[in-house]
C-alpha cells in the first residue's frame, strides 16, 4: 500500500514545476514521510496550484476554444478518413494480383490514389500537431488537465452515436459508404480496428506531441514566434473553414466556387507549416552542435 501511494504521488507531482516538483520530492524523501502522509501533501499542493492557474482566462480558453470542439471534431473528421482510406487499402491489399501492374489504367490510378491517401494522413497529422500546440501554449500549468479532457473528447466522440449528432453530414457520408461498401466495412478490422488506429497514430500522437512543443513556446526566438503563431492561426482557421464546408455542402460538386481559390489553396498549404518547423528546429541544433564542438 505505501509503495502504491509514493507511486501516485510521483505521478501527481509531474503537476508541479519542474522545479518546485524537485524541492518537494527531495523534501518528502528526506523527512521520513509515510506514502499516504506524502500523497496527501502532495494532493493538497496540487489542488492549490491548479486553483491558482485556473484563475487564469488562458487555460479556460484552451479547454472551451480548442478542447471541446476540436476534441470533437478531429476524432469524426479521423474516422472520415480513415473510413475513405479503409475502403481503398481493401481493395489494393485483399485483392491484389501482380498482373494488374501491366494495365495501364491501374498505374495511372495506384500512385494517384495512393498519393492521396498519404496526404489526408498528413494533412490529419498536421492538423492535429497544431491542436495540440496551441493547447500547450495557451494551458502552461494546465496541460495535463487540458490534455486529458482533450482525450476525453476524442473518446466521446468514437461513441456509436456521437457521429450523428455531432456531425450531420459526416454521418451521412460514413452511413453511405457504410452501404456502398458493404463488402469492406462487414469486416471488423475496418469498421471498428483501423478507425482506432488512425485516431491513436494520427490524432493522440501528434497532439500529445504537439502539446510537448507548445510547453517550450517561450524558448522561441521573437521572429520565430510570430511566424508560428501566425501558422498556428491559419491552421486553426483552415479546419474552420474547411469543417463548416462539410457541414454545408456535404457534396462536392455542390462545394462553393470560392473553395477552389488561390486564397483557400494558399490556406491548405500553411496547414503543412510544422513539417517546415521541424526542418527549422533540426537546422538550428545542427548549427548549435557544430558552434560547440
Same mark, same amino acid.
Given at each position: 500500500?505505501?509503495?502504491?501511494?509514493?507511486?501516485?504521488?510521483? !505521478?501527481?507531482?509531474? &503537476? *508541479?514545476?519542474?522545479? /518546485?516538483?524537485?524541492?518537494?520530492?527531495?523534501? @518528502?524523501?528526506? =523527512?521520513?514521510?509515510?506514502?499516504?502522509?506524502?500523497?496527501?501533501?502532495?494532493?493538497?499542493?496540487?489542488?492549490?496550484?491548479?486553483?491558482?492557474?485556473?484563475?487564469?482566462?488562458?487555460?479556460?480558453?484552451?479547454?472551451?476554444?480548442?478542447?471541446?470542439?476540436?476534441?470533437?471534431?478531429?476524432?469524426?473528421?479521423?474516422?472520415?478518413?480513415?473510413?475513405?482510406?479503409?475502403?481503398?487499402?481493401?481493395?489494393?491489399?485483399?485483392?491484389?494480383?501482380?498482373?494488374?501492374?501491366?494495365?495501364?489504367?491501374?498505374?495511372?490510378?495506384?500512385?494517384?490514389?495512393?498519393?492521396?491517401?498519404?496526404?489526408?494522413?498528413?494533412?490529419?497529422?498536421?492538423?492535429?500537431?497544431?491542436?495540440?500546440?496551441?493547447?500547450?501554449?495557451?494551458?502552461?500549468?494546465?496541460?495535463?488537465?487540458?490534455?486529458? !479532457?482533450?482525450?476525453? &473528447? *476524442?473518446?466521446?466522440? /468514437?461513441?456509436?452515436?456521437?457521429?450523428?449528432? @455531432?456531425?450531420? =453530414?459526416?454521418?451521412?457520408?460514413?452511413?453511405?459508404?457504410?452501404?456502398?461498401?458493404?463488402?469492406?466495412?462487414?469486416?471488423?478490422?475496418?469498421?471498428?480496428?483501423?478507425?482506432?488506429?488512425?485516431?491513436?497514430?494520427?490524432?493522440?500522437?501528434?497532439?500529445?506531441?504537439?502539446?510537448?512543443?507548445?510547453?517550450?513556446?517561450?524558448?522561441?526566438?521573437?521572429?520565430?514566434?510570430?511566424?508560428?503563431?501566425?501558422?498556428?492561426?491559419?491552421?486553426?482557421?483552415?479546419?474552420?473553414?474547411?469543417?463548416?464546408?462539410?457541414?454545408?455542402?456535404?457534396?462536392?460538386?455542390?462545394?462553393?466556387?470560392?473553395?477552389?481559390?488561390?486564397?483557400?489553396?494558399?490556406?491548405?498549404?500553411?496547414?503543412?507549416?510544422?513539417?517546415?518547423?521541424?526542418?527549422?528546429?533540426?537546422?538550428?541544433?545542427?548549427?548549435?552542435?557544430?558552434?560547440?564542438?
Amino acid at each position: 500500500m505505501t509503495g502504491i501511494c509514493w507511486a501516485l504521488m510521483d !505521478t501527481l507531482s509531474r &503537476m *508541479l514545476e519542474p522545479d /518546485e516538483r524537485e524541492a518537494v520530492c527531495g523534501d @518528502l524523501t528526506e =523527512s521520513g514521510e509515510t506514502g499516504a502522509r506524502a500523497l496527501c501533501g502532495v494532493i493538497g499542493l496540487v489542488v492549490r496550484r491548479q486553483t491558482e492557474l485556473w484563475k487564469d482566462w488562458r487555460p479556460w480558453l484552451a479547454l472551451v476554444g480548442i478542447v471541446i470542439p476540436l476534441g470533437m471534431l478531429l476524432s469524426l473528421v479521423s474516422k472520415h478518413t480513415a473510413d475513405g482510406s479503409a475502403i481503398y487499402i481493401w481493395l489494393y491489399a485483399n485483392n491484389w494480383d501482380w498482373a494488374f501492374l501491366g494495365n495501364a489504367v491501374f498505374r495511372h490510378d495506384f500512385p494517384r490514389i495512393g498519393a492521396g491517401v498519404f496526404m489526408s494522413y498528413v494533412t490529419l497529422i498536421c492538423w492535429s500537431w497544431t491542436s495540440g500546440f496551441v493547447l500547450g501554449s495557451l494551458s502552461r500549468g494546465a496541460a495535463q488537465v487540458n490534455g486529458a !479532457t482533450f482525450c476525453l &473528447m *476524442l473518446l466521446f466522440a /468514437e461513441l456509436p452515436d456521437a457521429p450523428r449528432y @455531432l456531425g450531420n =453530414s459526416l454521418f451521412l457520408h460514413r452511413a453511405r459508404d457504410f452501404e456502398n461498401n458493404a463488402a469492406v466495412f462487414a469486416l471488423m478490422f475496418y469498421r471498428v480496428m483501423f478507425p482506432l488506429i488512425v485516431q491513436a497514430f494520427l490524432v493522440v500522437l501528434p497532439s500529445l506531441c504537439g502539446m510537448r512543443e507548445g510547453l517550450r513556446l517561450a524558448k522561441l526566438p521573437p521572429l520565430l514566434l510570430t511566424i508560428v503563431w501566425t501558422a498556428a492561426i491559419a491552421t486553426l482557421a483552415a479546419i474552420a473553414i474547411q469543417s463548416w464546408v462539410w457541414w454545408r455542402f456535404p457534396n462536392a460538386y455542390t462545394r462553393p466556387a470560392s473553395w477552389n481559390g488561390w486564397q483557400m489553396r494558399l490556406l491548405q498549404l500553411v496547414v503543412y507549416w510544422p513539417i517546415g518547423l521541424f526542418i527549422v528546429n533540426g537546422s538550428w541544433r545542427g548549427l548549435a552542435r557544430r558552434r560547440t564542438t
